[in-house]
């Protein structure tokens, strides 16, 4: 046998032991086809992957819709609150209303009753925006401007300190801190 002749017949006899060295090709046990383990282990991997990515986009949907559902709550909301806010207001004048309406209904009154009963009406009148926290601004004389609060009408040469309320001509009011209306008065001229 030459020597080629001799190296093609050990190739050969090494050729099948090699292919049964590789457990992907066959089962080193049975010559069958082996499980591919990586990618097994791939399609179990991605599969709990997949049911991760479903809940997690199952749970997107469900937290976007609350907070849809949420957010059409509070529009309604608001829009009840615009709607009825002035129901506690409105309420609260009702008896001014009522007391109103009495005195007219007695044509005979006394001018002392009248006017006891236009006090009784202002006070009920006061209470309520008392109630509804409707504050009056009655700055006293020589109180210091405040421009926020008050608004000066005229400016007159007086013997008290510059920028001091002379005079009241019309109370304001504020309502939960905030200016309703500024107190219209007279205030020093600055010396």
Sequence with gaps: MSRSEGNRADMSQHEP???DADPSIHNSANGTPAADGPATAA???????EAKHAEVADAYLRAKAEAENTRRRAEDEISKARKFAVEGFAESLLPVKDSLEAAIALPSATPEQLL??????LRQ???ALERNR?????PAAGANFDPHQHQAISVVPAEQEANTVVAVLQK????????????????????
């Design 43 to 49: 399609a179990s991997k991605l599969a709990e992957l």
């Design 134 to 138: 409707v504050i009056e601004i009655n």
């Design 17 to 19: 032991q090699a292919a």
């Design 116 to 121: 006891e009963g236009v006090h009784a009406t």
């Design 172 to 191: 304001g009011y504020l309502i939960s801190d905030r200016v309703l209306r500024p107190a219209l008065v007279t205030v020093t001229a600055p010396k």
């Design 125 to 127: 009148l006061a209470s």
